[in-house]
């Protein structure tokens, strides 16, 4: 039996689904003569960890245990109550963490899995890296901070994985390194990383007023509780530097030319996100129609898309091919489509749910299972 200690940051959404997946997939793991042993787990302000790392992980009880707490609102400190694990909270995480790295790299190894949405994560994961931890993220700030943090993060490439930060759970970055690898160069990335974006884009090729169209997606949950979040584009600046990275680009978050979908003039210090929904975004209706008539007279649509090719790495809306990939994309689906000498003619296209707890948790699981022969001894 291979035994992976993992240590897991995060409880939200994603953290607990992965509980959730690790707990049922018990059954297959044990076939497959995999044993996953949580020994810790953590949230913003407190660690929970198993009594002796070394001989005990939190059983199968308490981390449904900790999931229900979580998701009620409450604290990891809750816990204590519960018996059979230590508490820990503020400087001292950091100080354990990597005594548990310590301790277990004589035996076994430790495996940190990033499912916070934290950008003061990166510290604590790059000295892990430094004693020889595996490192496994649904995380993308660690990885688009500085070049410095990215190349101590990478350093052992083996022993990192970050499948679930692009496209949540679609194959995207083994898809990428497999052609890597393989000695075929890629020329060219363009897709649409934003389930939210990608519903807007093809609801207003339709004819619905933008502004309509946003507030329906915010109505039915796709978007995050201040659609300027989504609408600025960061996020899917993050996932173009994660792949441009991969790429072997040597830049950083501030050199990606990224469009906004709101004027500075209607940002969160000027307005609250009821007067920028109800009285900001009609204001931008005009321009958009005049941009979808001006792209159909082509034979083309508009679609918010990362792309990246020769020295240009840019998020924003582009004119595509009506009957390509990207253009016949329709709700919130993600779509990449890769060109290489391989792929140069008819794209390689990966394409499916792009958001979403599960398949993003199952992409973090199946990166844990993909390092596990680094843990054979
Ligand atoms: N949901 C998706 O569809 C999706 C898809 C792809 C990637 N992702 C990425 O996956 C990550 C998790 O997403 P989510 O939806 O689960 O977010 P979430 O519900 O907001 O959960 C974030 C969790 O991280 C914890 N946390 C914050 N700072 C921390 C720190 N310094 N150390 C350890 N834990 C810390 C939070 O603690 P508290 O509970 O104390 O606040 C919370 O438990 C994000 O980076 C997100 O971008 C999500
Ligand atoms: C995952 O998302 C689904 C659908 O949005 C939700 O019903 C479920 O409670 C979420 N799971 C967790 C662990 O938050
Ligand atoms: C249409 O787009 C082209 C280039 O993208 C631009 O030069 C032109 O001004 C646009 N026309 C209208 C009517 O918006």
Do not use: W
């Not at 389930?195 to 796709?222: C, D, I, Q």
């Not at 599960?358 to 973090?364: I, K, N, R, Y």
Request: aromatic fraction near 4%; charged fraction near 25%; include cysteine.
């Amino acid at each position: 039996m291979v035994n992976i200690p993992l240590l897991l940051m995060g409880c939200g959404e994603v953290g607990r689904q992965l509980l959730h997946h690790i707990v049922s997939c018990r059954p297959l793991h044990s076939k497959q003569g995999v044993m996953l042993r949580v020994v810790g787990v953590c949230d913003s302000k407190s660690m929970v960890a198993a009594p002796d790392v070394l001989t005990s992980h939190l059983d199968d009880e308490f981390l449904l245990k900790l999931c229900k707490v979580k998701s009620s609102g409450s604290s990891l400190q809750e816990l204590a109550n519960f018996g059979g694990c230590q508490v820990f909270s503020g400087q001292e995480i950091a100080r354990k963490v990597m005594e548990f790295a310590a301790t277990l790299r004589k035996l076994s190894g430790l495996t940190l899995v990033d499912c916070s949405a934290s950008s003061q994560t990166v510290e604590l994961l790059s000295q892990a890296v430094n004693l020889d931890c595996c490192v496994v993220l649904a995380n993308k700030k660690p990885l688009t901070s500085s070049l410095n943090d990215y190349d101590k993060l990478v350093s052992q490439p083996r022993r990192i994985r970050h499948e679930s930060t692009v496209g949540a759970g679609l194959p995207v970055i083994s898809s990428i390194n497999r052609i890597l690898s393989s000695g075929d160069p890629i020329f060219r990335i363009i897709g649409s990383l934003s389930g939210t974006l990608g519903y807007v884009m093809s609801e207003v090729e339709g004819g619905r007023p933008f502004s309509e169209v946003v507030n329906t997606a915010k109505r039915l949950g796709y978007t995050e509780p201040d659609p300027r979040d989504d609408l600025s584009g960061m996020d899917v600046a993050r996932k173009a530097l994660i792949l441009a990275r991969l790429l072997g680009r040597r830049i950083n978050l501030d050199s990606i030319k990224v469009e906004s979908l709101y004027p500075v003039e209607m940002g969160p210090d000027v307005m609250s996100v009821d007067e920028f929904l109800s009285n900001g975004l009609p204001l931008l209706d005009k321009d958009i129609q005049n941009r979808i008539d001006n792209a159909s007279s082509k034979g083309k649509v508009l679609r918010y898309v990362c792309l990246i090719e020769e020295s240009r790495c840019e998020v924003g809306i582009q004119e595509v091919a009506k009957d390509s990939a990207l253009g016949r994309l329709k709700g919130s689906d993600n779509v990449l489509e890769i060109y290489s000498r391989c792929y140069s003619k008819q794209p390689l296209v990966i394409q499916g749910a792009g958001a979403g707890n599960d398949t993003t948790a199952a992409g973090v699981l199946a990166d844990i299972l993909d390092i596990q022969d680094l843990f054979r001894h």
